[in-house]
C-alpha cells in the first residue's frame, strides 16, 4: 500500500508532465527516483517507518513507466507502420505480452536459484544466508532491474522524432481511418 498507493495518485497528473518533460525523460527520471530511493534503504534497512517511506517514493517513481509504458507500445506501432509502411500493431502488442510472460519466468527462475543457493527453508527461523539474500534481492533486484530500464529509455528516441514522424505520416495519408 505504500508504494502502490502513491505510485496509482502519480499516474492520475502524468500528463501535463508528460507533455512538458515528454515520456521518455518522465520514465528515466523515475528509474533514477527508484534505484535512489532503493540505496538510501542501505542506510536504514531495518526500521519499518522508513521503509515505507521509502516505498512511496519508490511507487512515484515507477508511475511514470507503468503509465506511459503502452502509450510508447503504441508510439513504436506507429515508428513501425513509417518505416515499413505495414502497420502490425497486433504483433507488436503481443510480442510485448509475450517478453513480460518471459521476463517474468526467467526473473522468478532466477530468483529461485539465488534463494536455494542462500540455504533458504521457508520456515519461520531463517538462517542469516537466507536473510541476507532476500535483503540483497529486495534492495540490489530493484536497483538492477531500474538502473535496465534507464539504460533502455537512454536508447529510446521517438520522443524527439514523433511529430516529424506523424507529420511525414499524415503528408502521405498514411494515417487515413479506414471506412
Known amino acids: ?15 501535463p508532465f508528460i507533455k512538458k518533460f515528454g515520456k521518455r525523460n518522465l520514465v ?13 534503504l542501505l542506510a536504514v ?3 519499518p517507518t522508513f ?3 521509502i516505498a512511496a517514493v519508490r511507487g512515484i517513481g515507477k508511475a511514470p513507466l507503468f503509465g506511459c509504458v503502452f502509450t510508447m507500445m503504441a508510439d513504436v506501432v506507429n515508428y513501425g507502420h ?10 507488436i502488442f503481443s510480442a510485448a505480452t509475450v517478453g513480460q510472460k518471459f521476463g517474468g519466468g526467467i526473473a522468478g527462475a532466477i530468483v ?4 536455494d543457493m542462500s540455504g533458504f527453508t521457508g520456515l519461520a527461523q531463517e538462517i542469516p544466508s537466507a536473510v541476507a539474500m532476500v535483503e540483497n534481492l529486495y534492495i540490489w533486484g530493484t536497483v538492477f532491474s ?3 530500464i534507464a ?6 528516441k521517438l520522443d524527439k522524432q514523433y511529430d516529424g514522424m506523424i507529420s511525414d505520416m499524415e503528408q502521405k495519408g498514411m494515417l487515413k481511418q479506414a471506412d
Open 146 to 148: 531500474w538502473a535496465v
Open 112 to 115: 529461485g536459484q539465488l534463494m
Open 45 to 47: 534497512p531495518a526500521n
Open 1 to 15: 500500500m505504500a508504494e502502490g498507493i502513491p505510485g496509482t495518485i502519480f499516474i492520475m497528473f502524468l500528463a
Open 82 to 91: 513509417w518505416k515499413t509502411g505495414v502497420r502490425v500493431q497486433a504483433l
Open 151 to 156: 539504460v533502455l529509455m537512454l536508447a529510446y
Open 28 to 40: 528515466l527520471a523515475g528509474a533514477v527516483l527508484t534505484m535512489v530511493a532503493q540505496l538510501t
Open 51 to 53: 521503509v515505507a517511506v
